[in-house]
């Protein structure tokens, strides 16, 4: 049965499939596979070695700097996307779950989104100031995340409402 919660289920089991398939990749294929990835967003920078691992290096391909030395490591890998966006990624998927399995006040859902949405800017700024804060930019990656799927999910939510009424 269709509810208003069930976009923001159908979308987090996409990202989870993702974030599975990009820890599952790297460990599947021999040591050092996917390497020196660095490119620019919007340009396809490199050729991957079958359809799956386009799919998904190919979205970090598209969306993501994929440097190198902001990545997260895996058998010798890097990851599809930078460590920042990995952990937009998490926190999507943890809001998007949460936000499915329990009910929360639509302003307070949106305020709370509204809030938490700006961390990652307000890191990048800090980040050109104060140097490399890989811990810092992963965390702000994350409360990011659960920020667009607090909005996400007050949009879903308040297309359904009207809908239904």
């Known amino acids: 049965m269709f509810t208003r919660r069930s976009p923001g289920a159908y979308l987090f089991g996409l990202i989870a499939a993702y974030l599975a398939l990009m820890v599952a990749i790297p460990l599947t294929y021999p040591y050092g596979t996917f390497t020196d990835l660095d490119g620019r967003p ?3 920078d490199n050729g991957f070695p079958d359809m799956l691992s386009t799919m998904v290096y190919g979205f970090g391909d598209m969306f993501c700097h994929q440097e190198m030395s902001r990545c997260i490591m895996l058998n010798g890998s890097q990851t599809a996307l930078c460590i920042r966006d990995v952990a937009i990624f998490t926190g ?4 998007l779950l949460f936000t499915t399995m329990r ?5 307070t859902m ?4 509204i809030a938490l949405t700006p961390v990652t800017g307000i890191e990048w700024g ?8 890989m811990p ?3 965390l702000s ?4 995340g659960i920020g667009i799927s607090l909005i ?5 939510n308040s297309m359904y409402e009207s809908v239904m009424r």
């Open 110 to 113: 949106l305020l709370l989104g």
């Open 42 to 44: 919007m340009m396809m």
């Open 103 to 107: 009910d929360m006040n639509p302003s």
């Open 136 to 138: 810092l930019r992963a």
């Open 126 to 133: 800090l980040e050109h100031l104060l140097g490399d804060l």
């Open 152 to 156: 996400a999910q007050w949009s879903v």
């Open 141 to 144: 990656g994350v409360i990011t």
């Open 92 to 95: 999507l998927a943890a809001g």
